[in-house]
């Protein structure tokens, strides 16, 4: 029989590449920004000004949204390595614990041949 164990290092490993997804979304800067909109309609009935700064605002808020969701999968699969180990040195505990059934095979009084 082998043994089927959970490989925690390989688990926080993963953990790690997640987060550091994470980091690095939280660090993309949109260039050019909306702002540049601003000036290429110099004269118009309507500015752009609060067009192009609401549009940069939002997508900062979306890559920052974004960065802390995936770094949210990362502590997800932190905590499931440490349930999952937990688990799994219970049931390798049980598992070691079993004996084997009897060996005496059972009559059945109301079935005799």
Do not use: Y
């Not at 688990?11 to 939280?26: M, P, V």
């Not at 309609?41 to 549009?55: E, L, P, V, Y």
């Not at 932190?78 to 219970?90: E, L, Q």
């Amino acid at each position: 029989m082998s043994d089927f164990t959970v490989d925690k290092p390989a688990i926080s490993g993963s953990a790690k590449k997640i987060a550091s997804a994470a980091s690095r979304i939280n660090l993309l800067r949109m260039s050019p920004s909306f702002e540049l909109l601003d000036g290429s309609f110099s004269g118009a009935t309507n500015n752009m000004h609060g067009i192009a700064s609401t549009g940069d605002q939002k997508i900062k808020t979306s890559l920052r949204n974004g960065g802390e969701h995936v770094r949210g999968w990362s502590e997800l699969v932190s905590g499931c390595r440490d349930i999952v180990a937990s688990v799994d040195d219970s049931t390798a505990a049980d598992v070691r614990a079993t004996v084997p059934l009897p060996a005496a095979v059972a009559v059945d009084p109301d079935n005799r041949r």
